[in-house]
């Protein structure tokens, strides 16, 4: 049996198998399964926790995104708003110019319209005043032309009250 152990011992084949064996042996007895599971396990939950984190992160992005497109639909509603309210302003602000304007050009024109008025009751007057000087200038000089030899005029003396009422 010796020999035959020594054998056994000389195969190199023999030695691979014997330190097969004590490999498994000694990795059993050290727990090195046992370990190199927990190491897995732990590294397992590391990866689930980061998973976990990273389904939060985008839960929580997707909110904020959700909550962002409604703020910016709240803000494109409230800029539709104010654009209508501004055109509604600006529309009302030229109705009243218009209005302002029409108005003005109204007062302007009787304004003028009763300068003229007035101009032409002046050159009236004007007229009639020079019209009755010209011919109380008339009147005068064809008296004294008449009368230069002579001390009365009959028909002057009957003119003269008559002159007179038309005069005043």
Not at 62 to 70: A, G, P, V, Y
Not at 87 to 98: I, P, S, V, W
Not at 99 to 111: F, S
């Amino acid at each position: 049996m010796m020999e035959h152990l020594s054998e056994i011992f000389s195969d190199a084949e023999a030695w691979v198998g014997i330190g097969l064996i004590l490999f498994f042996g000694l990795i059993t007895v050290l727990k090195v399964p046992g370990a190199a599971a927990k190491a897995l396990d732990d590294r397992a939950a590391k990866i689930q926790a980061a998973l976990d984190e990273a389904q939060s992160l985008r839960d929580e992005a997707t909110l904020l995104l959700n909550s962002l497109r409604q703020q910016r639909a709240d803000s494109e509603r409230q800029a539709a708003a104010m654009i209508a309210a501004a055109e509604a302003e600006a529309k009302r602000l030229e109705a009243e110019a218009k209005a302002k304007l029409e108005d003005q050009i109204v007062r302007r024109t009787a304004l003028a319209e009763q300068r003229i008025k007035l101009a032409e009751q002046q050159a009236t007057q004007d007229v009639k005043s020079a019209a009755a000087e010209l011919a109380a200038a008339a009147t005068e000089q064809l008296l004294v032309q008449r009368l230069q030899g002579r001390k009365t005029d009959p028909l002057i003396d009957a003119a003269l009250p008559e002159l007179a009422s038309r005069l005043q």
